[in-house]
């Protein structure tokens, strides 16, 4: 079982649909980051979470450690959401990132 | 900005072909990373270098080295390729002071036939 699990592993939307993905760990963890990589693209840091909730434009992130989960929320979802959508957690103990194996989203116009 | 830049977007490569990854970074970061990302696995660490001439190995380091001569430059080397290998490579950086705020370049997509 991976340390760090995402659902669900694809997603279709229509355009304008609220869009959730989560994202469940099994350590105990100093921080969650939530990335995302366009198709052919690098990766780009969207949050890091320790706590609570945070929000960019239509981009909501949230955290409970107490559940060890997380979620990534898009509202309005918009065709150019289009990307994979990448967990990744600081663990406790250790110096290394540990990633999940990311959410396909597309959104269809 | 943070510029972390990848030698090439594609490559093929035979089978037992000695396979040479560069990536270099412009912003004087400490650390550097490479990771290999497969569908249904996610990122995997190969190996990290956290100064020039310095090297950790990750989560998968059999069948790879790596180089650091300069601080700007990774590189990451396939001694005998393998179809195996065949995968997205990502590098990359940090600073010292926030190594988890990791900067990623465009990725080297290999195929090893």
């Known amino acids: 079982k991976n340390e760090v699990e995402q659902s669900p592993q694809n997603l279709t939307a229509q355009e304008g649909e609220f869009i959730t993905i989560n994202c469940s760990y099994s350590?105990?963890?100093?921080?969650l980051h939530w990335l995302q990589q366009h198709p052919g693209g690098g990766i780009v840091s969207l949050f890091m979470l320790s706590s609570g909730k945070k929000k960019h434009g239509r981009l909501i992130a949230t955290i409970n450690i107490q559940e060890k989960h997380s979620s990534l929320h898009i509202t309005a979802s918009h065709p150019r959401d289009s990307a994979v959508y990448i967990c990744a957690v600081r663990p406790v103990y250790g110096n290394k990132l540990v990633f999940g194996a990311g959410t396909i989203l597309r959104v269809k116009s | 900005d943070v510029k972390v830049t990848q030698s090439s977007r594609y490559l093929v490569k035979r089978t037992g072909e000695k396979v040479f990854l560069e990536c270099v970074q412009d912003?004087?970061?400490?650390?550097m990373f490479w990771y290999r990302q497969d569908p249904g696995l996610g990122l995997r660490l190969i190996y990290f270098s956290y100064d020039v001439k310095m090297k950790e190995k990750g989560d998968i380091p059999e069948g790879y080295s790596v180089s650091r001569e300069k601080k700007e430059r990774f590189s990451l080397i396939l001694e005998s390729a393998s179809t195996n290998q065949t995968s997205m490579y990502l590098c990359?950086?940090?600073?010292?002071?926030?190594?988890?705020?990791?900067?990623f370049g465009p990725g080297t997509r290999l195929t090893v036939t």
């Open positions: 990359a950086s940090s600073l010292d002071r926030n190594p988890y705020e990791q900067y």
């Open positions: 350590v105990g963890i100093s921080a």
């Open positions: 912003m004087d970061h400490e650390n």
